[in-house]
Structure formats: C-alpha cells, structure tokens
Nanobody, 122 residues
C-alpha cells in the first residue's frame, strides 16, 4: 500500500513556474514507477509525465515536453514535477500516481493522490 500526498499547487501567471511535490508513505517507494496526471475542468484526466525506477528514464506528453521536468528522490520518497513556461491550458488538478510497471496509461496506476490545483492566469 502506498499513500500519496501532493503539494505545491497554486495560482501563477502565464510564463511562470511552479514545482509540484508528491510525498509517498511506505518503504517501497523506489519499486514504483511514478507518474503525474492532470484533469482540466470538463475534460478527461490525461497523462503528463512518468519516471522509471531509479529515475533512469522519463516520459512526457507532447504538450509539456521541453517545459516540464519530472524527477524523484528515493531517499525522501518524493517525486517532483517542475513546470516552467506555464500556459493557460496547463490549468488543471494535478495528481501523482504509482504503478508497478512502466506505463503511460491511467488504468495501470494503482495508487493515487488527492491532487493539487494549478491555475495559470493571463
């Protein structure tokens, strides 16, 4: 069992930056692939980024590639999402999730946090 708690969301102007954090409970954090997903109002949840165990590989949605960076610190049981050059369309609830094997599909993630709101204003 893994419990996930996100933090770091907020209101930011377009072009600005935010760093989201996701703290995990338990001693098995390093065994999980970690992902970030987001859901904008009236839209379905979508994949944002994922990071393999030990951080050896990262994956991004085309819409955030070059602007967002996912990283993890297994000593702190934490995964991060650095978001730069934020756009209005990045406004969403961002959730982190844990999966037993590498996947970019929502259905393959077993554990989810409650989410943190990111609002980008003009």
């Amino acid at each position: 069992q893994v419990q996930l708690v996100e933090s770091g969301g907020g209101l930011v102007q377009a072009g600005g930056s935010l760093r989201l954090s996701c703290a995990a409970s338990g001693r098995t954090f390093s065994r999980y692939v970690m992902g970030w997903f987001r859901q904008a109002p009236g839209k379905e949840r979508e994949f944002v980024a994922a990071i393999q165990r030990s951080g050896i590989s990262t994956y991004y949605a085309d819409s955030v590639k070059g602007r967002f960076t996912i990283s993890r610190d297994d000593s702190k049981n934490t995964v991060y999402l650095q978001m730069n050059s934020l756009k209005l369309e990045d406004t969403a609830v961002y959730s982190c999730a844990a999966a037993s094997s590498l996947s970019l599909r929502i259905r393959d993630y077993d554990y989810w946090g409650q989410g943190t709101q990111v609002t980008v204003s003009s």
